[in-house]
Every structure is written in C-alpha cells, then in structure tokens.
C-alpha cells in the first residue's frame, strides 16, 4: 500500500478539525455556487442580466478585503480571521433563504463576497502555519483536496436540485450553505493552538508590494486563470439550462466530476510536479482551459448527439488545468514572497481571485446574452494571455520559481 510521503500528503495529526472545516464549509459553496444565478432569476424574479450587475457590484464592494487582512492578520492570527469569516457567511446565506427584496439580497451578497474575500486571504496564511517544516506545498494540495471533495459532493446535490424543478429546491441550496458555514467555524475553533499559533512576522506596511512589479504581474496573470475557473460553476448551469440540448442533472455530474479530480489528485501532482519550475506548470494549465474554452464555445454548432460527449471531453480538460493550476498556483506565491510579510503577499495574491469574483458574473451574463459562444472564446483568449505572461515571467524570475521550501521559508 503507498505511503503517505509517497502519495504526496503531510503529517495531520492534530489538524484534523481543519481539514474536516475546509471540507464542510467547501460542500455549501459546491451546493449553492452553482445556483445562485438562478436564483436570484427564478425565485427572486430578478432578470439574468441585471442579477449578474447585482453580484458584480457587491463583489466589488468587497475589494479592500484582502487588503484589511494583510494589516491584521500578523496580530490576530489567520485562523481567528477564518473562523469569523465563515460565521459571516452564514449569516449571508440565512439572509438568502429569507429574503427576496433586492436590496436585502444585495446586502447579502455583499457580506457574502466579503466574507469569501476574507476567508481565501487568510486561509492559505493558515494553511502555511499548520504545515511541519517542507511540508507546506503538501499541506497547500491537501487543503485543496478536501476542499475539492466537499464541493464534489455539494456540486452532486446542486444538480439533483437543479433538475427538481420548482423554487424550493433552491431555498434547500442556501440553508444547506447557511449550515456549512456555521459547523466549519465551529470546527476550526477546534483547532489546537500549537498547530496556528507561530511566531508573527511584523512585516509593516505592505512590504514593497507596489514596487513589486514581477509579483504584481503574476498577480494579473493569475487573475485571468481564477477567471477560467470560476467560468465554469457560473456559466455551466446557465449554458445547459438555456441552451445545449442536454439533461439538466448533467450540470451536477460534470461538476461533481472536476471536483474529484481535485479531490483525489492535487497531493499527486505536488508529488510528482515537485521538480519542475511552477510557472512552466501553469503554463500548461492555461493552454488547457483555452483548449475547453473552445469546445465549449462549440457546443452550440456541433450535433445534437454529441453535444454530451463533447461537453464531457470538454469538462476533462477543464480539470486536467484546474489541477495543475490549484497544486501550484498558492505555492508559487509562497515562494516568490519573502520571509518578512509572507502572510500579507499571500493575502493580496488573493486579490487575483477577487477581480474575478467581481468579473465573472457580469462577464458571463453580458456576453451570453449577446451570443451563448461569446463567453467561453473570449475565456479562451484571457487564457492564451495568462499562460503567455506566465512564460515570459518564469524567465526573469529563475530562482523564485524552483519548488524549494528553503527559499521561502
């Protein structure tokens, strides 16, 4: 039987509560993620484009998040951030099941992208402290894993919910979230003190990070990759609801399946991608999601017959990138900040993942109500561009880019 160093996973005894929190509190988002534009379009009758404004704005709003995390987060410790993030959330989506005015939805969703903005600035800090010495790459994959099977199995129960027709399915979507949330606070706050608390680094007032212009330029490039990612649980069910000619529950499958591919692979890949220089790995990652991009932008023009199969074939691809990119993507931040102020690049490299929560939404709604292939070609290019900077980038930085927890540590 493998061992555990051989299958690519860390020491977890005693950070279990962690693992198990992360798996949880992923199972909301892989339930309600998938449906939210829907529902704000079919229970609280708010038309799809202005629904896609709506998110886009109150994402916006939660901009300055990682931001405030990178002053804080030395003083009052990542998991503490972590957990009043995920009680936030909650919050949020106990809101969503009650309310329907649009302005109640709109603070909602407002607590709700802040609360994300929150949670994903500190949660790799986190994640970092718990890792025994060299183990933090592997702890960055496993953290990853569990998060990817709670939204494999949540992304099983969005697609049954979503083929059950009617309003209530979707309610049962945000309590569901509501819940996740709650119970994976509870279990970090299980966590023991000796597995977060490290010694802080003051590192003062955002150290040079302006000034950091090959950082700043993989902080733009990863921004066009999170976008690729988040293309597919925002347009995916909107695309087969409104136009491929293909079974609803399908939506649910296909994201179930690019989450265990997460689940069960990112350990794998740090094993075995180890080696190799990171960016060169997140180059193929680009040149893979421009490869789906472009399938999926063709489903509307090949046969009916295949439009599953094709759509299946796409949807594998997707994944081969998601992880590569999500195995290497944080650690590669990890490596190229220094010691001093590591927690608050790690925080700002989060705000790559902000643009595009405030990007895709009203990306994908503007562009699909012009023409349904629209999205995913213009997807296809931004990733073509990503990978292209990322070749250009591992070239000036050399040494950053080597998988050595001795650099960053």
């Known amino acids: 039987m493998p061992s555990a160093t051989a299958l690519g996973l860390p020491n977890v005894r005693g950070r279990l509560p962690l693992l198990a929190g992360l798996a949880i509190d992923s199972f909301g988002g892989g339930c309600a993620g998938p ?14 484009g202005t629904a896609g404004v709506l998110l886009t704005v109150a994402t916006l709003f939660s901009i300055a ?19 009043g993030a995920q009680v936030a959330q909650g919050l949020a989506f106990t809101g969503f099941f009650f309310g329907r005015s649009i302005w109640l939805l709109f603070l909602c969703a407002l607590v709700s992208t802040t609360g994300q903005r929150v949670f994903w600035s500190s949660v790799f800090s986190l994640l970092a402290d718990v890792a025994d010495e060299g183990e933090r790459d592997r702890w960055f994959g496993l953290g990853g894993m569990m998060q990817a099977g709670g939204f494999a199995l949540g992304g099983l129960v969005a697609g049954t919910l979503l083929a059950a027709g009617g309003t209530t399915p979707f309610l049962i979507a945000m309590a569901a979230n509501a819940v996740s949330f709650y119970l994976a606070g509870v279990l970090l706050l299980g966590l023991h003190a000796s597995h977060h608390q490290r010694a802080a680094h003051d590192s003062g007032p955002a150290p040079l990070l302006r000034k950091d ?3 700043l330029v993989l902080i733009a490039a990863n921004t066009l990759f999170a976008l690729c990612i988040m293309m597919l649980g925002v347009g995916l069910p909107v695309y087969v609801a409104e136009a491929l000619p293909v079974p609803k529950w399908l939506v649910g499958v296909l994201l179930a399946a690019a989450s265990v591919v997460l689940a069960a692979g990112q350990t794998l890949v740090v094993r075995h991608t180890e080696k190799l220089r990171r ?3 997140l180059v193929v990652a680009g040149v893979g999601w421009a490869v789906w991009a472009v399938l999926m932008a063709s489903l509307t023009q090949v046969p009916s017959a295949v439009v599953a199969a094709v759509l299946v074939l796409a949807t594998a691809i997707y994944a081969f990138a998601d992880l590569l990119h999500a195995a290497t993507n944080n650690a590669l931040a990890a490596s190229v900040a220094p010691l001093v102020g590591r927690g608050k690049y790690l925080s700002y490299w989060q705000y790559s993942f902000a643009f595009a929560s405030v990007l895709a939404p009203g990306f994908f709604a503007q562009l699909f109500e012009v023409r349904h292939e629209l999205p995913w070609l213009v ?5 073509l561009v990503a990978a292209g900077t990322l070749a250009a980038i591992g070239r000036v930085l050399p040494t950053q880019t080597e998988n050595l927890d001795t650099k960053a540590d």
């Open 379 to 383: 997807t296809a290019v931004l990733a």
């Open 279 to 281: 960016t060169s790995v």
């Open 35 to 48: 449906l939210m534009l829907l529902y704000f379009v079919r229970v609280a009758h708010i038309p799809l």
């Open 213 to 215: 212009k090959p950082f």
């Open 65 to 83: 998040a990682p931001a405030a995390v990178g002053l804080v987060i030395d003083r009052v410790g990542p998991r503490n951030l972590v957990v």
